[in-house]
């Protein structure tokens, strides 16, 4: 039998689980540094997924819990918006990526994770990022330290973000 080892996956299984929303708790602790929060203001935050489809993929949330986006106040909504196009700009020049897939998922239906909390994913693309890997072996192969995308994106997020 062949064994394959992901010891970044240990902190999931071991460490202590979040009660309630997931995303109204790193709402309250934007200052925890290990939930890689990259920016707040007073309608949402940027904070780095924790399960990512590629390297930077991060997400924009706002403070306000809500699963309806019809829910949220024209300012909110607005904000969110000025927050996601700041962030694809970050993402291409600071990664440096070729492309950037935007999305909501609203509901169980539509594929979303944590349902019960809107949020944006934007999630950095390069040309030929996918291969044979993922479909042959179910596994992705990510070419990069998270930790390092963190900073360097942390790093530089207020030259983008007014």
């Known amino acids: 039998m062949e064994h394959l080892y992901a010891p970044w996956r240990y902190n999931y299984v071991s460490e202590e689980k979040i009660e309630g929303c997931i995303f109204c708790h790193i709402s309250k602790n934007l200052n925890d540094e290990k939930l890689e929060v990259l920016f ?3 309608y949402c935050f940027i904070v780095m997924n924790k399960f990512p489809y590629s390297p930077g993929h991060f997400m924009v949330i706002p403070h306000f819990h809500t699963c309806n986006v019809e829910d949220l106040d024209e300012i909110v909504w607005i904000q969110m918006s000025i927050r996601v196009k700041q962030s694809i700009k970050l993402l291409k020049d ?3 990526c070729e ?3 935007i999305g909501m998922n609203l509901g169980k239906a539509a594929g979303a994770g944590i349902e ?3 949020h944006y994913h934007l999630v950095p693309r390069w040309i030929g990022d996918t291969n044979f890997i993922s479909t042959i072996a179910g596994s992705r192969v ?3 330290n998270f930790k390092d995308i963190f900073n360097k994106l942390k790093n530089n997020i207020n030259q983008y973000f007014i």
């Open 99 to 101: 492309g950037v897939n």
């Open 116 to 118: 019960q909390h809107i």
């Open 40 to 42: 707040s203001d007073e």
């Open 94 to 96: 600071v990664m440096p």
């Open 142 to 144: 990510y070419p990069a």
